[in-house]
């Protein structure tokens, strides 16, 4: 089995800046793709940014210029520098990683548990 668990949500006034951050452990062979996304309630989630595992990355129109995602590799974590930070983007965040357990088996998505972010006008 595999966990993610993030942490560095918060309350944060608007023009400030959070940084998230998810850690995998558990059985990991290998992480191919990692990334953010956010949700209100009652909502779908929506796609903030993804990192390949060769570090290519891919970010929402919203958020482009304003955050960005990273990974350390030997950590298995991925991380979301937000800065900037607009009331708008008040949601709970998830992280989510493609996970292959062992060398020939398939990737797998895992997500964390969801970490709270609230941007105050």
């Known amino acids: 089995q595999v966990q993610l668990v993030e942490s560095g949500g918060g309350l944060v006034q608007a023009g400030g800046s959070l940084r998230l951050s998810c850690a995998a452990s558990g059985m990991i062979f290998s992480i191919n793709a990692m990334g953010w996304y956010r949700q209100a309630p009652g909502k779908q989630r929506e796609l903030v940014a993804t990192i390949t595992s060769s570090g290519s990355t891919n970010y929402a129109d919203s958020v482009k210029g304003r955050f960005t995602i990273s990974r350390d590799n030997a950590k298995n974590t991925v991380y979301l520098q937000m800065n900037s930070l607009k009331p708008e983007d008040t949601f709970i965040y998830y992280c989510?990683?493609?996970?292959?357990?062992?060398?020939?088996?398939?990737?797998?998505?895992?997500w964390g548990q969801g970490t709270q972010v609230t941007v105050s006008s």
């Open positions: 989510n990683m493609n996970v292959k357990t062992k060398r020939f088996s398939p990737t797998v998505d895992y």
